[in-house]
């Protein structure tokens, strides 16, 4: 069983930076690309960032681009989300996820909570 275990959450003010680490269990975590997605309270959950195997391809949701950067390290198994430039519409629990082929993102870590102030 893969275990993705989120951490580096917490409160900020506007305009700061955190960066969230995604630590993964699987022996084969180069094998997989990985996910960021956010859930806002009373909101559905919404894709942030993804990248590939390799880590040399990366996409964005269009309002965190230019501010977050989604990056990972096969060696240590753990992906990365650096978060600059935060705003409170930030605020969200932010889960990391395992993408398997043919049935998308099928492993999910506990999420981790991110709150901005104003």
């Known amino acids: 069983q893969v275990q993705l275990i989120e951490s580096g959450g917490g409160l900020v003010q506007a305009g700061g930076s955190l960066r969230l680490s995604c630590a993964a269990s699987?022996?084969?975590?180069?094998?997989?690309?990985m996910g960021w997605i956010r859930q806002a309270p009373g909101k559905e959950r919404e894709f942030v960032a993804s990248i590939n195997r390799s880590g040399g391809s990366t996409y964005y949701t269009d309002s965190v681009k230019g501010r977050f950067t989604i990056s990972r390290d096969n060696a240590k198994k753990t992906a990365y989300l650096q978060m600059n430039s935060l705003k409170p519409e930030d605020t969200a629990v932010y889960y990391c996820?395992?993408?398997?082929?043919?049935?998308?993102?099928?492993?999910w870590g506990q999420g981790t909570q991110v709150t901005v102030s104003s």
């Open positions: 996820a395992l993408w398997v082929a043919g049935r998308g993102y099928d492993y």
């Open positions: 699987e022996r084969t975590f180069s094998s997989y690309g």
